[in-house]
């Protein structure tokens, strides 16, 4: 068995994104868009946010013209600004593929034109770009709001450089999973996503489980794009160190400002490592 902590020289991550949805809540605060992965391979059966890896089709210049301009804030995210294009444009691609939800310049379309059009992705590349091309369409990457990036961990077999953007979307978008990557979809408060996975009916990587927190903090649909505003967009990648305290040794991952961690500076709030506690990652201090 691989203990996680034995320093090792993990993989190259690969570039990816991650489309977190959101949209205002009736009684107040915000509900965010969540899936559940398949129980196999990467992240099997945890609930996530939409999003993948980034696919060479992303970068492909022909995308020139067919999208609005990526907030100028996602320079933190990328190498250049094609590069950037490309992230935001998989975000999108990637919320259409598991989610059937699609941020446009335009028309919206209908739910079951979404539907529609995630079938038709299997047609290839360039399908995406001639759907927008018939409809008049534009991908509206201005309305993806960078909020954070998070590196696999080097002991990860699997590593990906994930940034996760916001996208507010209207109460009209309705989502729904694809029943092959993903099995179950729902709308939820991030509070109460946060709660079922401390009563153990779901599982969150703490990722998402980080990002829940900090928008469990918005009055609305408007604050939640202001705390976007105000994130630290450095990479956040954790480490794997042995966590002892009162109730045992257990693993922990650990991130920036973690006094185990290499970089001395936070750049995500709250508590700064989560420990695994019976196949579930949960946020606790370092042990005194």
Request: glycine share 8%; charged share 25%; with cysteine.
């Amino acid at each position: 068995m691989l203990d996680p902590t034995t320093p090792r020289e993990g993989p190259t991550p690969r570039d990816a994104a991650t489309l977190v949805v959101a949209r205002d809540a009736a009684g107040g605060g915000i509900e965010v868009f969540c899936v559940e992965r398949q129980k196999v391979g990467f992240l099997g059966g945890a609930v996530v946010f939409p999003g993948g890896k980034l696919d060479p089709g992303d970068l492909d210049p022909a995308w020139e013209g067919l999208v609005t301009e990526p907030d100028a804030r996602g320079a933190a995210f990328a190498r250049d600004a094609v590069d950037l294009r490309g992230l935001a444009v998989a975000a999108c691609r990637e919320a259409l593929e598991e989610a059937a939800i699609l941020p446009v310049d335009g028309v919206a379309p209908s739910h079951a034109d979404l539907l529609d059009w995630r079938a038709r992705l299997k047609e290839g590349a360039g399908a995406l770009r001639s759907i927008l091309t018939a409809h008049e369409l534009k991908l509206d990457l201005a309305s993806l709001h960078p909020l954070a990036r998070w590196i696999t961990p080097v002991a990860e077999s699997r590593r990906f450089d994930t940034r996760f953007f916001l996208f507010v979307a209207s109460d009209a978008v309705t989502g729904v999973h694809d029943n092959y990557e993903t099995t179950a979809s729902f709308w939820a408060s991030p509070s109460v996503v946060l709660e079922r996975h401390g009563a153990r009916t779901l599982v969150l990587a703490p990722p998402t489980h980080r990002t829940l927190e900090v928008l469990s903090h918005a009055k609305d649909a408007r604050d939640a794009i202001e705390i976007a505003k105000r994130a630290c967009l450095d990479p956040i990648c954790p480490l794997f160190v042995a966590h002892h305290d009162a109730r045992g040794d257990a693993f922990a991952i650990v991130l920036p400002g973690d006094p185990e961690h290499d970089v001395r500076v936070a750049r995500t709030p709250g508590k700064s490592r989560f420990v695994l506690r019976d196949g579930r990652f949960f946020p606790e201090d370092p042990p005194r």
